[in-house]
């Protein structure tokens, strides 16, 4: 089960912090990630990692620098901090598990969450 929550509305430079409270993910579904769909647009991968194995984090070209990816491996909640954040970044966002990171950069995922407004 995936749950977003933490998107809103924010100027232009602002930031955001959206979180994905999970369970049920095992080893062989460890890949997890954050998505987003713009109006008119194709939903696409913004961040990935494997909550069980380190060094797995990569962003996608477009949010390197800005956004970080993390895991509270504690709570099971998987964030997503949004920096410097920009109107092209407006969009619904996704949290998703998948069995590998090739899965969830073909946005082909096992599970999704119900999405979370952002609006720059």
């Known amino acids: 089960q995936l749950v977003e929550s933490g998107g809103g509305s924010v100027q232009t430079g602002g930031s955001l912090r959206l979180s994905c409270a999970h369970s049920g993910v095992t080893r062989s579904t460890g890949w997890m990630g954050w998505f987003r769909e713009a109006p008119g647009k194709q939903r696409e991968g913004v961040a990935y990692l494997n909550i069980y194995a380190a060094n797995t984090v990569s962003h996608e070209d477009s949010v390197v620098g800005r956004f970080t990816i993390s895991n509270d491996n504690a709570k099971n909640v998987l964030h997503l901090q949004m920096n410097s954040l920009k109107p092209e970044d407006t969009a619904v966002y996704y949290c998703?598990?998948?069995?590998?990171?090739?899965?969830?950069?073909?946005?082909?995922?096992?599970?999704w969450g119900q999405g979370t407004q952002v609006t720059v």
């Open positions: 998703a598990v998948g069995e590998s990171l090739y899965d969830l950069q073909k946005v082909r995922p096992k599970c």
